[in-house]
């Protein structure tokens, strides 16, 4: 059982609009979010924004189960959310047979000496339609200028080489389907692929289909103001509840 509450420290920065983009990984004792509310609490801890947490069905999240690329090891598999109605997608991902004992210089809890390579452990979206070779991979997958999967990647791994990752993603895109999700090594390199599918394609025989997948139930949110509360705090939150563990929730 978990004895201390886990969502003490689980806090957001704004920026100056009053903007803020805020996640963190939680071990909860329980992945029972059903119609659970989610609130936004503003600096003085009173309570300005609310949303019920309903589960995503799986033919609107997407899924890969990610394999050795080369001579890598490494495997892995994500869930990913493409959020309607805007250019986002979240997602959560687990991999292993990756380097151990990394810490990413940008690391949100302990920033260490790693991941400074360019795409350092990094996990994005590309802009393919195939994991054969980096030309059918393509670069990051995103429109515009300044490329939003520079700096995005696992912040850390365990003495066993196991990592565990998620973010939400602008990236002036909106369709996701059959597009390759890789994960990088310390040194940039690819190391890990697979393409992202509609959740309901992962069929009843997960085992066989994808060998390597953790996957995670989906749960999404609107955030609205609450009532009598003079706010206007808006926004979406997803979250992710690992099925395997039984505990842990990312967002």
Known sequence: PVMVDPWITAQYSSDAEGSTKFGAALEMG??????????????????????????????????????????????GSVTALPVAGTDMI????????????LSAFYSSTAAGPNCTATNGCGTHVHAG??????????????????DPWAIVGYESTSADGTATFMDCISTGETF????????????????????LVPGEEMGEDMDEDMPSARLYAVYQATITPIPGVDTTVSGTVVVFADTEDGTTVGY
């Open 90 to 101: 979240c997602y959560m991902g687990y991999g292993s047979g990756l380097e151990p004992n």
């Open 30 to 75: 329980t992945i029972d979010l059903d119609g659970r509310a989610f609130v936004v609490h503003a600096e003085d801890g009173s309570r300005v924004g609310c949303g019920i947490l309903e589960m995503v069905a799986a033919q609107d999240y997407l899924v890969a189960d990610m394999t050795s690329l080369g001579d890598s090891s490494a495997t």
């Open 129 to 146: 339609t195939s994991c054969e070779s980096s030309e059918t991979q393509m670069g990051h997958y995103y429109t515009g200028d300044s």
């Open 176 to 195: 996701y389907e059959m597009k390759p999700f890789i994960i990088h090594a310390d040194n940039g390199s690819r190391v890990a692929c697979g393409l």
